[in-house]
């Protein structure tokens, strides 16, 4: 079981930039893919942007490719969301989420953009970008 505590987020001006952090507890975290949702009032949840257990392959939603970046830092149990040139469209509070993979190999070293693929939930952090 891994335990998923975010932090990072806060009031920003559009075109400015923060940086998201997901801290994970528990063993075994680099068996995980990991994963960045977001849902903002009177929206569903929707999937942002995701990175393999390797943090060789990583994946983006349309809406945010080129401004945001996933990584990850096996060693201090950590994914990061950056997000750069912010507008008030991504206003939402964002969650991690991990998908544990049984068997982490090569051919398991991808992540999913679908939140039921994903096992555990953190808490969020919320983000709003004034206009």
């Known amino acids: 079981q891994v335990q998923l505590v975010e932090s990072g987020g806060g009031l920003v001006q559009a075109g400015g930039s923060l940086r998201l952090s997901c801290a994970a507890s528990g063993r075994s975290f680099s068996n995980y893919a990991m994963g960045w949702f977001r849902q903002a009032p009177g929206k569903e949840r929707e999937f942002v942007a995701a990175?393999?257990?390797?943090?060789?392959?990583?994946y983006y939603a349309d809406s945010v490719k080129g401004r945001f970046a996933i990584s990850r830092d096996n060693a201090k149990n950590t994914v990061y969301l950056q997000m750069n040139s912010l507008t008030p469209e991504d206003t939402a509070g964002y969650f991690c989420?991990?998908?544990?993979?049984?068997?982490?190999?090569?051919?398991?070293?991808?992540?999913?953009?679908?939140?039921?693929?994903?096992?555990?939930w953190g808490q969020g952090t919320q983000v709003t970008v004034s206009s």
């Open positions: 990175i393999s257990w390797s943090g060789s392959r990583s």
């Open positions: 989420a991990a998908d544990l993979i049984i068997m982490p190999t090569s051919r398991s070293d991808y992540a999913s953009w679908r939140d039921i693929e994903y096992d555990y």
